[in-house]
């Protein structure tokens, strides 16, 4: 049964990550603490119930994300994020100067559609972008099927094409390249 | 402005999961034979790529950060906090009424007859403050077989680990683990006890003790009656508890509630003063001394793994009691 690796292995193990998930997913800094302590804490209540076989990585990104819907649930937290995206979006800008020459404004515009989005499309898109999670992982975090999942997560791109209208994008590998079915490196 | 034609607007889920690095192979086929042929579509591919790589810079961020380290900090007091408050329970029928079994990170820490109620709100657990409650299942269904397993005989230890910290004071710790010491089959006295941890003129004071015994059964304060061989009290009134959790060891005991005692003429007898001999009932004066000094078994088997011998005046070997 999974209890019996200590707690604190999957902490160390996935602390960082989820912080940087709620990091992305709140608008301050606090929210992102409180949440992502929230997650642990419940984890370790239900921890010793957890199958031999869970993924216990999907199983954070699944409680995290519900902490998440239910803090969003509040209209006026949701506004309060709204109004703090423009401001956040620069400040998560860890990259040196050439990589800030090349992105940043393209990625300071990405970044700020994708704190735009609606709470689920914002979700989704984060979970398979930034963290890589399989679809089914996503729509078990979202409550719904694999394919809305992976539609929500279009819905986003959309949008973001869409607001990157009229920009510059630096130039990525060749469009053969693309085709390897690999994701870019 | 012209409308998208249509082959580019049923393209374009594919599209995007091709330049995502989404897309089933013969999709991937579909879309490089389309955007060969469509200048737009190739724009368009091109453009999902190029957000692609800028989404991959954003994988990176934030980088490790002081706020991480802070929410950690945060995380492992609450944590801490969580993990000495969080207690783990359930309700079970039994043969000795409804029982509730609840643990904490370190063991079980109550044990709890709830008799006709059933419900955690009555009990002692759910008036304790600075608990956090969680009903389990599992874990604690476990200890509940070989409660089970107990009650019917089919058991005759219940290696649990146990928290102790629902111990009022150290002293009635020290009462709790010298009675977990007694042997299943065997009864000795309160004042056993108390001489046992080195307070000889405590008995009343062991008596009260294991009134409040947190762990009844897995802490056998059954087995501990009064020097004369009186059932004396069990977890407030429950004599009768205590009568049938004794007779399951193989030890009867006759009599109406407070007058109720042990049959010390269908007991094996040691006295701790004679050199590791046990005696029948019969030997000399035996079954007049206390008990306490004398502790009484069930079983040859018992007094055995105990590493006694039998006494060589009145030979239990060669004339065992009755079963």
Redesign the interface.
């Known amino acids: 049964m999974m209890g019996s690796q200590p ?1 604190e292995t999957l ?1 160390g193990a996935h ?2 990550e989820i ?2 998930y709620l ?2 997913v709140t608008a301050r ?1 606090v929210e ?2 409180d949440l ?2 929230e997650t ?2 419940r984890a ?2 239900a921890y ?2 957890l199958g031999p076989d869970a993924n216990v990585r999907a199983w954070l990104f699944t409680i995290a994300t519900n902490l998440s819907r239910n803090h969003f649930r509040s209209e006026k937290r949701r506004r309060v994020a709204h109004q703090a995206a423009s401001v956040e979006s620069r400040e ?4 040196g100067p050439e ?1 800030e020459a090349l ?1 940043g404004e ?2 300071t515009l ?2 700020s559609t ?1 704190r735009k989005l609606p709470l689920k499309q914002r979700l989704a898109f984060i979970m398979r ?2 963290h890589d999670l399989d679809y089914e992982a996503i729509g078990h975090s979202l409550d719904c099927s694999a394919e809305s999942a ?1 539609a929500h997560v ?1 819905q986003a ?2 949008k ?2 869409l607001g ?1 209208n009229g920009h510059e ?5 060749d ?1 053969d390249s ?2 390897s ?5 | 402005m012209t409308r998208k034609p249509r082959a580019c607007v049923e393209i374009e ?1 594919d599209l ?7 897309a089933q ?1 013969s999709a ?1 086929r579909r879309v ?1 034979h389309h ?1 060969h042929a469509c200048g737009a579509c ?1 724009g ?22 002081e ?2 380290a ?3 900090a ?3 007091s ?2 801490a906090d ?2 000495s408050r ?1 207690v ?1 329970y359930r309700v079970f029928p039994s043969p000795l009424g409804h029982i509730l079994i609840a643990r904490s990170e370190h063991g079980v820490s109550l044990v709890e007859y709830l008799q006709g109620r059933s419900d955690v709100n009555s009990s002692r657990l759910g008036r304790m403050t600075g608990v956090e409650l ?1 009903e ?4 604690i269904e476990t200890f509940y077989r070989e409660l089970l397993e107990y009650l019917r005989g089919d058991r005759t230890r219940l290696e649990w680990p146990l928290d102790l910290r629902l111990a009022r004071s150290d002293f009635h710790r020290a009462v709790l683990r010298a009675t977990t010491a007694i042997p299943y089959g065997a009864v000795t006295s309160y004042a056993g006890i108390a001489a046992e941890i080195g307070r000889p003129s405590a008995t009343r004071a062991v008596a009260q003790a294991l009134r409040w015994n947190p762990l009844p059964i897995v802490v056998p304060c059954h087995r501990i009656i009064g020097t004369a061989g009186t059932l004396t009290g069990y977890s407030g009134d429950k004599l009768g508890l205590k009568q049938r959790l004794l007779a399951v060891e193989g030890i009867q005991a006759k009599g109406q509630r407070s007058d109720s005692r042990v049959v010390r003429d269908t007991l094996y007898h040691y006295d701790r003063n004679d050199q590791h001999e046990y005696c029948l009932p019969t030997c000399g004066d035996i079954a007049r001394r206390p008990i306490g000094p004398v502790t009484l078994l069930a079983t040859r088997e018992l007094a055995a793994s105990l590493g006694l011998v039998p006494c060589t005046s009145c030979r239990p070997d060669l004339h065992p009691l009755a079963a």
């Open positions: 707690f902490v602390h960082a912080y940087r990091r992305r800094p992102a603490e992502s302590q642990f804490l370790y209540r010793r119930t998560a800008d860890p990259e990589d992105f393209a990625r990405v970044d994708i972008k930034i992976r279009f791109l959309r973001i094409r990157l994008l630096p130039p990525t590998r469009v693309a085709f079915m690999e994701r870019p490196r | 889920h995007i999961a091709a330049a995502s690095g989404d192979p991937a490089e955007i190739r368009e591919f091109h453009r999902y790529r190029e957000i692609e790589g800028v989404v991959h810079t954003l994988r990176r961020a934030p980088a490790a950060s706020g991480e802070h929410a950690r945060g995380l492992e609450r944590l969580l993990r969080l783990s969680q389990d299942g599992a874990e």
